[in-house]
Every structure is written in C-alpha cells, then in structure tokens.
C-alpha cells in the first residue's frame, strides 16, 4: 500500500525557519516527480515545488529565493527547506508523487502537515 507521510510541521515566528520531510513507502523505485503543495482555507490548493526524478527543480515564484525542494531516492522522501518564513505562507503542506505504475503515472498525496507562521 503506497503511503505518504509528512513530517516537520509547527509554529515558527516570522523570519523562521523549517524544514518540511516526507516519506514515501510501498512505491518502490519507480517515483518519478515529486512536489510541494499548500493548502489555506477558502484558496486554492497552490503548488509550490517540484522536483524531478533528476533532481531538476521548479518553484513558484512567490518561495523562489527562500524555500529549497531537494529528494533522497535511496529513502524516497522529498524534502522542502523553508527560510525568511512570513505570515502568508501560513498554511497545509502537503507532498504529492507521481509514480510509474507499469506503463501508467499514477497520483498519490500525503494527508499534509500543518504550517503557522506568527508575526
């Protein structure tokens, strides 16, 4: 059973930092871009990094600068390194993976982790 699993949530004051992890499990080898999405209440869910199998990276321009997505595929975890944290990027993150099921991509996400960021 594919399981996603994030970890690294909390209260920072602004200025802060965190580091966001997630593990995949039951996936195997076969992980093919993995990302970074948020969620806040009554938004739209908006990407915010994603990374290839490769290691080649895209960010959104608002955490371009500040938040770093990087990967371990020996552990299949993905990770988002957040600095200079403000009050807006407040919100659920989530990570999601697109993995190789035979010929088919197949979607699956975390259940997320809770960032709040005070003035």
């Known amino acids: 059973q594919v399981q996603l699993v994030e970890s690294g949530g909390g209260l920072v004051q602004a200025g802060g930092s965190l580091r966001l992890s997630c593990a995949a499990s039951g996936i195997g080898t076969s992980i093919n871009v993995m990302c970074w999405y948020r969620q806040t209440p009554g938004k739209q869910r908006e990407l915010v990094a994603t990374i290839s199998s490769g290691g080649g990276t895209n960010y959104a321009d608002s955490v371009k600068g500040r938040f770093t997505i990087s990967r371990d595929n020996a552990k299949n975890t993905v990770y988002l390194q957040m600095n200079s944290l403000k009050s807006e990027n407040t919100a659920v993150y989530c990570c999601?993976?697109?993995?190789?099921?035979?010929?088919?991509?197949?979607?699956?996400w975390g259940q997320g982790t809770q960032v709040t960021v005070s003035l």
């Open positions: 999601a993976a697109e993995v190789w099921s035979g010929p088919v991509l197949k979607n699956y």
